[in-house]
């Protein structure tokens, strides 16, 4: 009976990572070459920097009430079902022509409710596990896989460039609220009547900096994050210059090295040094840019592939990591200060700063894809070696608590 109870659970948490990595797919993946496809392509960056707006509001303040206020699945039924409503209010806004501004402010709208999604569910599976370091890898594949059937879904019903793909990203956060209906509820440590205001803003969570460790593994992440904000806005439109159609479907070609990074993590982390693990993400970085710098079809399309496996070597391992050495009333909120630190001033910075550098690459002769990556590939260097020389090397995966 337990074993079968154990891989119902694990079935729910596969299909909770699933439907919302799809969901966040079919949204993230042909953003930009739909605003491009719209005569939007001026506030591309502004549209995908509303995300790190919304990172440094909601997903602290969201991580806090699910670990103390409201069980994370109810926390999780609420944004995906709000998040359906304003996507589809955005598509709508970008098909009748509305106003930039209030395309620009229902997507502002719409990331306060989206960003903390992810770091939720993350949070809630973790908590459902008993060895996170073997277990969560497979689990967390599902996600990679339902972001590959997300972009793949954009590019067979040729919503590349088409407003629509919004209102199927909306058809899938309905499908996600109704899922979490059947996740557990778990029980939430403290009533709210106790908690002080900067607890209820989750801001409690930035004393999990104090910890040097910790707080090279949260620099670290957060600075790799803003040369890779140029990832999804660009690429697909560097895909397209070359002549290659269903850009979506082939930026999934990420996802395949990032299968076989999540299959071998759990390897890794006990046979590996955590140092050299992050290091490999970080090399794996310089590498994907440095492949793009190259300006061809060839040498674009691995840069894309490998994407994958440094995502999951970076985020993924520093996610685990972050799990380990807290306490478990603290979990949620690891995880959203993850969010905040990488999804607000990392792709703040990141978002802002590769549209203006984009646009500097970008003279009236057109873009200058070589020097555009090459500039990204130097701050990914310059990442790699801070990291080397700042984390403690004889730091292991032994449980430390805050």
Not at 237 to 253: K, P, R, Y
Not at 337 to 342: A, D, G, V
Request: hydrophobic fraction near 55%; aromatic fraction near 12%; glycine fraction near 8%.
């Amino acid at each position: 009976m337990l074993t079968t109870l154990r891989k119902a659970e694990y079935a729910e948490l596969m299909i909770l990572f699933f439907i919302q990595a799809a969901g966040m797919a079919i949204w993230f993946v042909p953003l930009g070459t739909i605003l491009d496809a719209q005569g939007l392509h001026d506030i591309k960056p502004y549209a995908f920097g509303a995300l790190a707006v919304a990172a440094f509001i909601s997903p602290l303040m969201f991580g806090a009430m699910a670990d103390r206020q409201v069980p994370p699945a109810k926390v999780l039924r609420g944004l995906a079902f709000t998040s359906a409503v304003l996507m589809a209010a955005i598509s709508t806004a970008i098909h009748h022509h509305a106003n930039v501004w209030l395309v620009l402010g229902l997507i502002q709208i719409f990331y306060l409710t989206y960003s903390p999604m992810f770091s939720i569910s993350t949070a809630l599976v973790l908590a459902r596990l008993e060895d996170a370091k073997k277990e969560f890898g497979p689990i967390r594949s599902l996600a990679t896989f339902g972001w590959m059937a997300g972009s793949l879904l954009i590019s067979a019903l040729n919503l590349d460039r088409s407003e629509y793909a919004g209102y199927l990203g909306a058809a899938v956060w309905l499908l996600v609220a109704g899922f979490t209906y059947f996740l557990p509820v778990l029980a939430v440590p403290k009533s709210a009547e106790h908690l002080r205001w900067h607890e209820r803003l989750g801001l409690d969570a930035l004393k999990l900096l104090r910890d040097r460790r910790n707080r090279v593994i949260f620099l670290t992440t957060t600075l790799f994050n803003i040369p890779l904000c140029a990832f999804y806005p660009y690429a697909p439109t560097h895909l397209h210059e070359l002549g290659f159609v269903h850009t979506s479907a082939w930026m999934s070609l990420a996802q395949i090295t990032e299968v076989i990074a999540i299959f071998g993590l759990a390897w890794l982390l006990v046979n590996w040094k955590l140092k050299w693990i992050l290091a490999c993400g970080l090399l794996l970085g310089v590498a994907r840019f440095a492949l793009s710098a190259c300006d061809t079809d060839i040498t674009l399309l691995l840069g894309v592939t490998l994407h994958g496996a440094s995502f999951v070597l970076v985020f993924i391992t520093a996610q685990i990591v972050l799990d380990q050495n807290v306490e478990a009333a603290w979990r949620t909120r690891a995880q959203a200060l993850f969010t905040f630190m990488n999804g607000g001033v990392g792709n703040l910075i990141g978002y802002l700063g590769s549209g203006w550098w984009f646009a500097a690459c970008t003279p009236a002769a057109g873009t200058r894809w070589p020097m555009f990556w090459s500039g990204l590939t130097a701050i990914v260097v310059g990442v790699l070696i801070y990291f080397l020389l700042a984390y403690d090397s004889r730091h292991t995966l032994q449980n430390r608590k805050l």
